[in-house]
């Protein structure tokens, strides 16, 4: 169990790695690119502004009731705002896309392996990985950074507006502490998460989709597993970056 285990962790490093390595290559498949895009976006815009809205609601009431019992309600904004920026978009953002595009991805390359077209396309001399892999690879890593935009914005205005709305909260000191605790960096870490974070959806999804097991059967596990695995790693993944942020970028006034 434990071979196989690394056997399989090693491949899909393998995969990552080629997948890298195809993308400065040409030619490039911009038309499959767009298309995926298109599809990633259609499937994930209306659900992650639905769900950031609750997101950054439960977290402004949660860190209002917490500054409340501490007697520092002025810093409500700008802990909730950083919470939201840093942890809850990319999350997000990572889970709706491996959920919602990543299960597509898995499918659709699991369904053409087990009709044998992949294999074909090695006949041919026509790269799988280059052909239909990268393309996909690419609009999940683009959709997640542009998504993670609008999680951000939507779920700090919902957050704005419960702390106003239900917690009594002053519109000036909301603002301020925001402006007083965060910095620049903590936008790059959020974008650089959702950057990652969609690599990783897109990999692990093309990597079951590539290798199902058991016919139709298979490419249904394979979907569930591609879900399951993803989001692990990036839980995993986030809890590195986090820990690594917190060192090497001060606190701003620190």
Do not use: H
Request: glycine residues 12%.
């Amino acid at each position: 169990m434990i071979t196989g285990a690394l056997r399989q962790t090693g491949r899909l490093f393998a995969l990552a790695a080629e997948v890298t390595r195809a993308i400065f290559r040409r030619p490039f498949q911009f038309r499959e690119f767009v298309e995926q895009f298109w599809f990633i976006a259609g499937v994930t815009i209306l659900p992650a502004a639905l769900v950031s809205i609750p997101f950054g609601a439960v977290i402004a009431l949660q860190v209002g009731s917490l500054t409340q019992q501490l007697g520092a309600q002025s810093f409500t904004g700008g802990a909730s705002v950083l919470a939201v920026i840093q942890q809850a978009s990319p999350l997000i953002v990572a889970l709706l896309i491996a959920g919602a595009g990543g299960s597509a991805i898995c499918a659709d390359l699991g369904s053409r392996k087990i009709r044998e077209e992949l294999d074909a396309m090695e006949v041919m001399g026509v790269s799988p990985v280059q052909r239909l892999v990268v393309p996909r690879v690419l609009a999940t890593m683009s959709v997640a950074v542009l998504l993670n935009g609008m999680v951000s914005v939507v779920g700090t205005l919902g957050g704005y507006f419960f702390n106003i709305i239900l917690q009594g909260g002053t519109p000036g000191a909301y603002l301020s502490s925001f402006s007083a605790l965060a910095q620049l960096p903590d936008l790059y870490i959020s974008e650089l998460k959702a950057l990652i974070f969609g690599f990783i959806a897109g990999i692990v999804a093309a990597y079951r989709g590539l290798n199902p097991r058991g016919g139709p059967k298979g490419v249904g596990d394979a979907v569930n597993q591609s879900v399951v695995i993803t989001f692990m790693l990036l839980f995993f993944v986030n809890m590195v970056m986090t820990g690594l942020y917190l060192q090497i970028v001060p606190p701003k006034g620190g």
